[in-house]
T-cell receptor, first 113, second 114 residues
């Protein structure tokens, strides 16, 4: 069965420091992996996706994620956090290009000035 | 870029009434749209897949008679919560795929049932 795990409910980081939001997945086929961000009372905004190719994927707002097949991980990273990055982040998985998406539980990121 | 809108953005209704939520793709056509439900501080749960020209496909545990979905055109899907009760209060989000694997999400509708 497919699943997505975000082991941290919350991540706290100081502004200017690097941030990492963790995600691991389980799927029988080829994973299509996504990161979305959600601001309060808003829908989800697409950040980046991994389908195939280079394991390091660059996305919106300076975010990037690294696909690691051996560790079945897809951690979200940013070299220098901004206060405005504070939001709820979701890792998500489609199996092999289908539309049906499974979301992780979400990780709340707090960036302190 | 692709935009998906929802209307209303928030609604308060009395218990027992029905509420309709619209999801529109503004600059592209969507034969398929998805409806999600999100409880406070929780993840999105897929409720149903809305298919233009055919019946919606509901996820296990979702009452099709309570959450009526109509995909009226290639740019519009509606979710009607019938005989709403306080436990139906939630944040409802729709999405539409624009590529083979990427979805664009609406801004969400917050439903409060008194």
């Amino acid at each position: 069965a497919q699943s997505v795990a975000q082991p941290e409910d919350q991540v706290n980081v100081a502004e200017g420091n690097p941030l990492t939001v963790k995600c691991t997945y389980s799927v029988s086929g080829n994973p299509y992996l996504f990161w979305y961000v959600q601001y309060p009372n808003r829908g989800l905004q697409f950040l980046l996706k991994y389908i195939t190719g280079d394991n390091l994927v660059k996305g919106s707002y300076g975010f990037e994620a690294e696909f690691n097949k051996s560790q079945t991980s897809f951690h979200l990273k940013k070299p220098s956090a901004l206060v405005s990055d504070s939001a709820l982040y979701f890792c998500a998985l489609n199996q092999g290009g289908g539309f049906k998406t499974i979301f992780g539980a979400g990780t709340r990121l707090f960036v302190k000035a | 870029g692709a935009v998906v809108s929802q209307h209303p953005s928030w609604v308060i209704c009395k218990s027992g009434t029905s509420v309709k939520i619209e999801c529109r793709s503004l600059d592209f056509q969507a034969t398929t749209m998805f409806w999600y439900r999100q409880f406070p501080k929780q993840s999105l749960m897929l409720m149903a897949t809305s298919n233009e020209g055919s019946k919606a496909t509901y996820e296990q545990g979702v009452e099709k008679d309570k959450f009526l979905i109509n995909h009226a055109s290639l740019t519009l899907s509606t979710l009607t919560v019938t005989s709403a009760h306080p436990e139906d209060s939630s944040f409802y989000i729709c999405s539409a795929p624009i590529e083979t694997d990427t979805q664009y999400f609406g801004p969400g509708t917050r439903l409060t049932v008194l």
